[in-house]
């Protein structure tokens, strides 16, 4: 019975594994410095992952992913060593504890010299033709510094770019260092030929015994850089100088004006405006007197009845209305009364004993509203 157990065990084991299918058509795509690998899976799971392999020449690399592609940019451009060398990629799809077989891509290279199934070509940097009179001028960045990747790696320091610069009049070669910015080169075209030039390159280390090859270019003709249109682009930024040099003095002119305007402008109101014209009609109006009514009773009366003050009260009306009774004190002759208060508090009584004001005689005053005060007589 146990050799039996053990037997479909192990063959549920092998079923298991095999019941993962493996990717298909894992392809490599260098497009100029892009470098990536893609494949096909029939039968995705929620759990299914791929396990990404790079193995070659120049080191390897594993990760896993979930996608059906994976970017090897960052492994191949790493380093000169890695950029020159060969590598090919195996997948394997995994799903829970359980993978497949591994499938794998044909090999790859971006060194022309190698031997392997896809060569991988650089594209040059945007490249110019010249002329400027009788002289043609070749220049392009120096892809050492154009590309980021390239400008990154780690790299020996006798890399250089050889150049073969083909017209219809022959070939001849030029080469850049790491050290030039831009590549320059100049090209002499004979009268009859067709000034325009193609590009071949590639990317030289150890004495070129590995290269990365550059893709040929398309015909690039001269474009003509004539006098005159120097000419004409100073006499265009010339006058597009004094255009605004008119603005700005149109718009200074027309803020001073705004500011002149602003300043006549009289925000006083009409009433403060008349009162430095009219000061004697204010004055007057100030000086005008006023009158208080007054009801003044004598001092025998404060024990009187409420019938004999309304009779003092009436008396103090009628005065009013006679205009000069005790009854109304203009401010005139309250001003003076005090005056004369004030240079005699004291004074002699009959007996010629002095005496102070609050020992005069008083009197009852209404002063208003049925409210009675005290007051002292100084006559």
């Known amino acids: 019975m146990l050799p039996g157990v053990a037997f479909t065990a192990l063959l549920l084991c092998g079923v298991s594994a095999v019941t993962v299918p493996p990717p298909t058509n894992v392809i490599v795509s260098c497009q100029n410095l892009k470098t990536t690998v893609s494949w096909k899976y029939s039968s995705p799971q929620p759990d299914t992952r791929f396990r990404v392999n790079v193995d070659g020449s120049a080191g390897q690399l594993q990760n896993e992913t979930t996608e059906h592609q994976y970017d090897l940019s960052h492994f191949v451009w790493q380093s000169e060593v890695q950029y020159m060398g060969f590598h090919y990629v195996t997948v394997t799809a995994v799903q829970g504890d359980n993978q497949s077989e591994s499938a794998r891509s044909e090999s790859f290279s971006f060194n022309h010299l190698k031997t392997v199934t896809k060569k991988c070509l650089l594209e040059f940097p945007p490249v110019d033709l010249t002329m400027t009179g009788t002289e043609a001028t070749l220049s392009f960045p120096n892809p ?128 403060l405006e008349n009162w430095d014209k009219q000061p004697q009609h204010y004055a007057q109006d100030a000086t005008k007197e006023t009158y208080s009514p007054v009801a003044v009773t004598d001092e025998s009366l404060s024990g009187s009845s409420e019938d004999d003050y309304k009779t003092s009260k009436d008396l103090g009306d009628d005065d009013n209305s006679s205009g000069n009774s005790l009854g109304f004190q203009s401010s005139e002759d309250y001003y003076q009364e005090n005056e004369f208060l004030e240079g005699s508090e004291e004074e002699e009584d009959k007996d010629g004993e002095m005496m102070s004001p609050y020992d005069r005689p008083q009197h009852l005053q209404d002063i208003g509203g049925g409210e009675m005060v005290k007051c002292y007589t100084w006559r």
């Open 144 to 271: 050492f510094h154009f590309y980021r990747e390239l400008k990154l790696a780690v790299k020996r320091s006798d890399a250089s770019l050889k150049l073969i610069i083909s017209t219809d009049n022959g070939t001849f070669e030029h080469s850049c260092t790491m050290k030039d910015l831009t590549c320059k080169h100049d090209v002499m075209f004979p009268d009859g030929v067709e000034q325009c030039v193609t590009l071949t390159g590639w990317l030289c280390s150890r004495n070129c015994i590995e290269e990365v090859m550059f893709n040929k270019t398309g015909r690039i003709c001269v474009s003509i850089l004539d006098s005159n249109l120097n000419v004409h682009w100073i006499f265009a930024a010339l006058m597009l100088g004094i255009f605004a040099f008119i603005i700005v003095v149109i718009a200074a002119a027309i803020f001073k004006m705004k500011a002149c305007t602003m300043h006549a402008y009289n925000p006083m109101p009409n009433s």
